[in-house]
């Protein structure tokens, strides 16, 4: 807003964001609020809750640096991660690790499952990525989580833009032959009529006043 600044951290644990109390989230507002020059009541941070952990590429870039350093094989800790990620109806994940992974010569390992558009429109839109860095003994390893994300129609668990290329079968109609058509309407036009007929049978049959019939009233004939 034009008169207060909004920070939202999204995270999978808000209660270690907003702390006992509430003192952790006042504590980064205040360094925030020095750090960035902004007035007294300038600046507003919140914490949100992760809907999804398993197609958020920052959650699980976070997880599988804390895995590394945990001494966890990396095979087996990418592995894992693929396949948290595709249990959580993403269409695709890719995990690349690079650095001294076995050795002292730094290579690079790719961990994959699913498709991924990379390129154009849909990758902006649809492809999620995080990158981290894990401080390890005998290096720096590098983390690269990139995660396909659904369509939703909704908006919550993916994009809610379709993709461009996808093409919707439609099943096709029963067809009619002219045959049953004319006896359908011939069934139709019959029901109607037999509901007309009912109906006036069922009206009641108005009274007819003598004199709008044109008969001559008896006692003014009398001259009563």
Do not use: W
């Not at 005998?138 to 833009?161: A, E």
């Not at 004319?182 to 007309?196: D, G, N, R, T």
């Amino acid at each position: 807003t034009p008169h207060r600044t909004e920070i939202i951290i999204r995270a999978t644990r808000t209660q270690n964001v907003l702390g006992e109390k509430g003192q952790r989230i006042r504590e980064l507002t205040s360094v925030v609020q020095k750090r960035f020059s902004f007035d007294d009541g300038a600046v507003e941070l919140y914490a949100e809750r992760v809907q999804n952990r398993g197609l958020c590429a920052q959650a699980q870039a976070e997880s599988l640096k804390f895995k590394l350093l945990g001494g966890l094989a990396v095979r087996r800790a990418c592995y894992g991660v693929v396949r948290f990620v595709m249990e959580a109806s993403a269409k695709g994940v890719e995990v690349i690790v690079t650095g001294k992974l076995r050795g002292q010569r730094a290579k690079a390992m790719k961990f994959g499952d699913g498709y991924m558009i990379k390129t154009g429109h849909a990758g902006q839109v649809y492809t999620d990525t995080a990158v981290r860095h894990v401080m390890m003994r005998q290096g720096v390893v590098g983390i690269k989580v990139s995660i396909m994300l659904p369509h939703d129609p909704k908006g919550l668990q993916g994009p809610s833009i379709p993709l461009d290329d996808v093409v919707v079968i439609l099943e096709p109609k029963d067809e009619i032959s002219p045959a049953t058509m004319l006896a359908q309407q011939e069934a139709a036009a019959a029901a109607q009529q037999a509901a007309y007929l009912k109906a006036q049978m069922m009206a009641p049959t108005p009274e007819v006043d003598p004199m709008e019939a044109g008969m001559e009233d008896p006692n003014a004939a009398a001259g009563f």
